[in-house]
């Protein structure tokens, strides 16, 4: 026997060999790789020559092959113990295939029994069928329903909202039924229509849950925040309620909008102006000296909306164009806000030393009557924005505090430190940019040093994007806990109730303290606050799942295949099959293949390199655009 024999044989050997089996729950990416979870908080890599027909969500039993010191073991799927999911949206291909539209699903479908009328490049919905205990031979699915052609923004939409099992409209009996539910009586009121109050939402804001008032006393401002008293109106389990909570939060997919409670409930409730409505209000003692929050108090309130701003019009107002229509009492009341705001801020930043950067969010503007795409919008933060999320930020730690000392069970948002791996791989990523560490980041002081210090070019947006790709996910939790990016301990989410239920949530509780009434259990919490944190994770995937196929059908829209476009790029990752570039102008990554990359003549491209490209090919059924360098 040759050596290299035995060296193989060796190696063979050395691959099946198990050290022990695991079961967990797996998560896939979009190479094909996947990592399982464990209870006991262990993450098995799971090379894609290992994933055995697995799927993102299954439930499975890990062998572990080898370990890897501080990087955690590898192993391989050795059973597949429950499917995460009975279908999947895919594409028809040739020859009874599909692939499916979830980019971490790079595994091709066979098709077994009827198309029901679907023909090639359709998206349809594929009922999963099993190949036996282990699932391990090539997937296979039946055809539940055609949903509509891919490459058509309609057609993607609904494939999208599919995919992630997203609620539809809300049928007219549910309507109806919501257009007759009257308000309860149960708690006092105090009278607050005399208090100048203002709403400030985007231009084409549909609902309005929160507004403002504030008073001069003297050596401190007393600022309200008065949030629409959407528990009056649903009650506890009941049959609207039941809906909210399956839905969680509006979703906010572009061009198709889904509201979390019925249109004909939040057109009566929202605080409108020149109508009196029920409030729930959080009245804030703000020292005008350092903007310390210094007292605060909440009451259920009647209140009396004397003016409807937008966020461009105060902004406006703030950098000195007061629109000539408004009164001496409203540029009054937006001067002290604003100047409230900015001390309130200031403080905050100070004691709790919260993670401060504006990243520029890319949206999709679709119409959703005729699901058009009419443009692109650049959103920054502006200090009209700013106004209102610093008062909404003190009355939800306001509520927080009073909660978490209060004898009922209540809903926390809580977000954790980032992992020291994450950290550590975005700090190497960071000295490969700039050149320099950025120190360390789990000190949230220098953190906050390091975000200020960024150069403001090009690269600016990069490390912003992969800083936030570093940080956990914030979640609902039934106990308070630490909120890593705000730098609070103690935080709930109040002011919002007519598009996220754990907002509805505390309002219920509190009504239910208020009129003696059953509370819910800390159990019932505990459950509430994992089935939203789910599904706020679900709604979020669903809307960067569209957001980038839709920036890919604006692409084609302005003829970018033909017109040979300059695109300006930052190189994020390099792979064996190619390179990764952010294309901040439409905040979308595309991806650059090996064979074009041997064509050029310079150096080989490195990690944070700015480059030019053109578009090559988009890819509408997996959501991603290919580039192609300038020679």
């Known amino acids: 026997m040759g050596k290299r024999t035995r060296r193989m044989q060796r190696k063979e050997k050395h691959r099946n060999r198990v050290l022990r089996s695991v079961n967990g729950t797996l998560s896939t990416a979009a190479g094909g790789f996947g990592f399982v979870n464990t209870e006991d908080g262990t993450e098995i890599f799971i090379p894609p020559s290992a994933m055995n027909g697995a799927l993102d969500g299954d439930t499975v039993r890990t062998e572990i092959t080898f370990e890897r010191d501080e990087r955690g073991p590898v192993g ?162 009941g049959k609207l309620d039941r809906e909210a909570r399956k839905r969680a939060f509006s979703s906010y997919i572009p061009g198709m909008f889904r509201p979390m409670l019925p249109h004909s409930l939040t057109s009566r409730i929202s605080l409108r102006q020149d109508a009196d409505s029920l409030a729930h209000s959080v009245m804030l003692r703000v020292r005008k000296r350092d903007g310390s929050v210094v007292a605060a108090r909440r009451v259920f309130s009647r209140i009396r909306v004397n003016c409807r701003l937008n966020y461009d019009e105060v902004q406006e107002a703030i950098d000195g164009k007061t ?162 990016g705000l730098g609070k301990s103690r935080y709930s989410h109040f002011t919002s109730p007519i598009r996220r239920y754990p907002d509805l949530v505390l309002h219920q509780q509190l009504h239910a303290a208020a009129e003696n009434a059953r509370l819910r259990s800390t159990r019932t919490m505990r459950t509430i606050a994992l089935e939203c944190s789910k599904l706020e994770e679900r709604n979020d995937e669903a809307y960067f799942a569209a957001a980038d196929r839709l920036k890919l059908h604006y692409l084609m829209q302005q003829h970018a295949l033909e017109n040979m476009k300059l695109y300006e790029g930052v190189v994020v990752k390099i792979s064996s099959q190619g390179m990764i570039c952010d294309i901040p102008e439409y905040g979308l990554r595309g991806v650059v293949p090996n064979r074009f990359l041997h064509r050029r003549t310079k150096r080989p491209p490195r990690i944070g390199d700015f480059i030019y490209l053109y578009l090559d090919s988009l890819d509408f059924s997996r959501g991603s655009a290919v580039f192609r360098p300038t020679l």
């Open 76 to 237: 391989r799927i050795a059973e597949i113990l429950q499917r995460g999911r009975r279908f999947m949206v895919c594409e028809l291909l040739d020859g009874h295939k599909a692939r499916p539209l979830n980019r971490n699903l790079s595994q091709e479908l066979k098709i077994s029994g009827s198309l029901k009328g679907a023909k090639k490049g359709d998206w349809v919905n594929l009922r999963l069928l099993d190949n036996g205990s282990k699932f391990t031979e090539a997937l296979r699915g039946s055809v539940e329903e055609p949903i509509g052609k891919a490459g058509t923004v309609y057609g993607d939409l609904l494939a999208v909202a599919k995919e992630f099992d997203m609620p539809g409209p809300y049928s007219q009996e549910m309507e109806t039924f919501a257009a007759g539910i009257t308000p309860a009586q149960g708690c006092e009121r105090e009278e607050l229509a005399d208090r100048f109050t203002v709403t400030i939402d985007p231009v084409d804001a549909k609902d309005f849950d929160d507004a403002l008032s504030i008073e001069d006393r003297g050596k401190e401002w007393e600022i309200g925040g008065h949030i629409a008293d959407v528990a009056a109106y649903v009650r506890p389990g």
């Open 323 to 484: 629109p000539p229509s408004w009164s001496d009492e409203l540029k009054n009341a937006i001067t002290m806000l604003a100047a409230a705001a900015r001390k309130m801020r200031a403080c905050r930043k100070r004691r709790e030393e919260f993670l401060a950067f504006d990243t520029p969010e890319i949206r999709v503007l679709c119409d959703e009557t005729t699901h058009e795409i009419r443009g692109m919008e650049r959103r920054v933060q502006r200090e009209s924005e700013k106004l209102v999320e610093e008062c909404m930020l003190a009355a939800n730690s306001a509520v927080a505090e009073e909660v978490s000392v209060a004898p009922m069970a209540a809903l926390y948002r809580i977000h954790p430190e980032p992992e020291p791996e994450k950290l550590e791989e975005f700090s190497l990523f960071v000295s490969t940019l700039l050149k320099r560490m950025p120190g360390d980041l789990s000190n949230r002081k220098i953190c906050n040093e390091f975000l200020d210090s960024l150069p403001d070019d090009h690269r600016k947006y990069v490390i912003t994007s992969n800083f936030l790709r570093a940080m956990a996910r914030a979640s609902y939790s039934e106990v308070p806990g630490l909120h890593y």
